[in-house]
């Protein structure tokens, strides 16, 4: 039988600042091999999810379990099979792009092809260049690369794009399917609704510390046009972002 595997588990996972309830109550479940995002307003409580689930932030009450692992008793046996690219990848000065892979290969124990990670992700021709000097579209790309120095099963993204140009943004989508393809789980925050339908096969939105519905992009918005949904405006066959695009190509600049 082809069973769905169910490589994320969230069970009633709750985290409290004071009085503020950041997260209250969220259950999910993730499929091995798909991209599943997680949207909401700032402050819904996406990152304290997220980070609850890669062991970072200790959980108040409810269950996470990654790979068969529970994030609460196999803390360093979860972190063995995630990679986490952070909302703000921050790395040592005077490191170049070549090192920084091999220092987390090394924090991991494992030796790599840093080379051939580094043109995964299109940064060959920077391996030599430290990191400080690194365009924001560069250093994402690298922070990607180190989450994935020790084949994880699940790589989880805090707003990978945010803040890049539409050309950068679009390398990253390409490099996001890639990874897919690789047989790679991939968990993504995002707040850019253009990037969660292209490239998320279910997603989540949260408000205020809650689940408020989970389903593929197309069923959401069937069932919202089902409910009586209408644009006011003729939907337009093209947008601004198209233009800049048609205009400046998708090739990457920095
Ligand atoms: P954004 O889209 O802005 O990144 P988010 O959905 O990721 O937001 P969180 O960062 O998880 O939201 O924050 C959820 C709530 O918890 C917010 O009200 C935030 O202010 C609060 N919060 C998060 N971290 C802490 C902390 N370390 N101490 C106190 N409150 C916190």
Known sequence: MNMVENIVQVNKLVKNYGKVKAVNGVSFKIIKGEVFGILGPNGAGKTT??????????????????????????????????????????FQDKTTAQEVLELFAAAYGKKID?????????????????????????LQRLSIAAALVHQPQVLFMDEPTTGLDPQARR???SLVKSIQKQGITVVLTTHYMEEAEKLCDRVAIMDKGQIVTI?????????????????????????????FIDLTGKELRD
């Open 49 to 90: 999810t997220l980070e609850m689930i890669e062991g970072i932030r200790q959980i108040d009450s409810g269950m996470a379990i990654v790979a068969g692992y529970d994030v609460k008793k196999q803390t360093n046996k979860v972190r063995g099979v995630i990679g986490v690219q952070p909302q703000a990848p921050a």
């Open 114 to 138: 840093s080379l051939g990670l580094l043109a995964k992700v299109a940064l060959t021709d920077k391996a030599d260049t430290y990191t400080e000097r690194l365009s924001g579209g560069q």
């Open 215 to 243: 389903d593929t992009p197309n069923n959401l918005i069937d069932a919202l046009i089902k409910r009586g949904f209408k644009k006011k405006k003729q939907v337009s066959q093209a947008s601004l972002e198209d233009v």
């Open 171 to 173: 390398n990253i989508w």
